[in-house]
């Protein structure tokens, strides 16, 4: 990397043993970086639905970042107490405050536009940073806590 490069826009977060994935990518290491998601968020304890619609969400923002944000991004995926974290940042142009904005389902026939509605609809929190030098998504889920199996007295 030179000092002409530049560096995908970051969130300040302490290193900490919470840290399970760092990683740039581009297209194509967008299936690869699919799998090493599922594969960190089910051994932090996500399962069953939650861990297939965390993991789609993250998709959808990773093709994003590849399609509409410069052709590459990064990815960052951590726990923080109850719940798994996952950022993913690019330097696209942004997104216009108009289509942050709106929150409605996308027309059943429109080809895209889906990406942002879904992330938002399968994760618990949303947050979206997007300016001229590019956008930098964060979501949430809540990791259950495992119940107690039933012990015979």
Same mark, same amino acid.
């Given at each position: ?54 993991? @789609? *969400?993250?998709?959808?923002?990773? /093709?994003?970042? %590849?399609?509409? +944000? $410069?052709?590459?991004?990064?990815? =960052? ?40 509605? @879904? *992330?938002?609809?399968?994760?618990? /929190?949303?947050? %979206?940073?997007? +300016? $001229?030098?590019?956008?930098?998504? =964060? ?15």
């Amino acid at each position: 990397m030179t000092n002409a490069d530049h560096c995908a826009p970051r969130t300040v977060v302490p290193i900490e043993p919470a840290l399970l994935i760092a990683e740039a990518f581009d297209r194509a290491q967008v299936t690869e970086l699919r799998h090493a998601v599922t594969s960190c968020a089910q051994a932090a304890g996500l399962h069953g639905q939650r861990l297939d619609d965390f993991v @789609l *969400a993250i998709n959808e923002l990773i /093709t994003n970042a %590849v399609r509409h +944000g $410069g052709g590459q991004g990064a990815l =960052r995926l951590w726990r923080n107490g109850g719940r798994l974290v996952c950022e993913i940042a690019d330097e696209g142009l942004g997104i216009s405050a108009q289509r942050l904005d709106d929150r409605s389902r996308p027309a059943p026939e429109t080809a895209g536009g889906w990406g942002l509605w @879904l *992330a938002r609809q399968l994760s618990d /929190t949303m947050e %979206v940073m997007s +300016g $001229g030098t590019g956008t930098t998504v =964060r979501i949430t889920t809540e990791i259950a806590t495992p119940v107690a199996a039933d012990r015979p007295d």
